[in-house]
């Protein structure tokens, strides 16, 4: 027997005896965790790589054993829809991503997706119907690890990056994202971003230290901040690091670590609030004794800003540029990844805050530090997220943990807010 509270006939929010199956959500992850494995415990299941068809092919099955229509769309992105009563009523979307870094954790992305779907097991179990339908998604290609930007079918799915853009984007061996998908077998047949959204929730990690370090279970998330990914091209001379006198070289490695030290002073200067780094570095030739003819990385900076953001941006490149003439060395840049700060939909974080406090679990308001898919979804549609803490606030970095009672709590959250917004009906 279903409790939910009813007022005027009107169903409100879920009541407070409605739990998602902590015990199946933590097996499935744990199953999930052994595709793609890492070498330290962690994983390896990069987006469109043979591990990934792996880790889609067990989510397809799972969602078919819950009764789900899986629906999958030119980016790959997968849909698995439960229906609701109302054919009119547009559905409530709840997903992340199953695709990992290639150092990643068993936990970025996976609880979202794997998540969503333990609240469709459970809606399943306790015979619960929604006038909306519920649609747990994969997002293809969250990390832009392989191939930049991140979060690059959620941005095509928004309308913010076309489709040949998408398949054009190489990865550092020169394949594709378009030959790739079509390689892996998972290139479906819908029109990215024909689909119509209610809402739209993501469940994730915190990936920083702060709902830990505050003993709080969830974090209720308003904003995430914004991001360039600034690919900078240098242009030295390839020649001998052995017989080639000081001065007469062009070493744009040596640009590239002035151009690094600098963006650690910018994020620095921009304090609070502002965060700036290099996460890959490619020299050509690559050679121990051959001064570097190309060095081509991406500057990371963000911040929940915008004046700020763009500040850092516009100095960073000015400066890099200053820093390159002086030594002779050519420099292009091109942002591979952006997007403005967002604001998450207001009532929908009220939803999440409500729901937190039913259940009686701290909880606070927390801005996201990383980029979700949410960011982009919410350009579609009413959109927010919902956070657990991770140890230590680690992510991107195979010791990457989690708690079971951390993971069931926030799907706790999120099943009864994805309820509440679909509406429970008798
Ligand atoms: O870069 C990010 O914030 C996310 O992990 N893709
Ligand atoms: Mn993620
Ligand atoms: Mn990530």
Known sequence: MILVNRLEGKMNAPGENLRIDGARLWASLMEMAEIGPGVAGGNNRQTLTDADAEGRALFARWCDEAGLALGVDAMGTMFATRAGEDPDALPVYVGSHLDTQPTGGRYDGVLGVLGALEAVRSMNDLGIRTRHPVVVTNWTNEEGARFAPAMLASGVFAGVMDLDYAYGRADLDGRTFGEELERIGWKGDEEVGARRMHAYFELHIEQGPILEAERKDIGVVTHCQGLWWLEFTLTGKEAHTGSTPMPLRVNAGLAMARIMAMVQT??????????????????SPNSRNVLPGKVVFTVDIRSPDQAKLDGMRARIEREALAICE??????????????????????????????????????RDIISGAGHDACWAAKVAPATMVFCPCVDGLSHNEAEEITPDWAEKGANVLFHAVLETAGVVE
């Not at 620095?268 to 020299?283: L, S, T, W, Y």
């Not at 292009?332 to 999440?352: S, W």
């Open 266 to 283: 910018v994020a620095m200067e921009a304090q609070p609030d502002a965060v700036g780094g290099v996460g890959q570095v490619k020299f």
């Open 326 to 363: 002086a030594l002779g060395v050519g420099c292009a840049v091109e942002p591979v990844g952006h997007f403005d700060p967002v604001t998450f939909a207001p009532q929908l974080v009220a939803r999440v805050r409500a729901a937190a406090e039913r259940l009686g679990y701290g909880h």
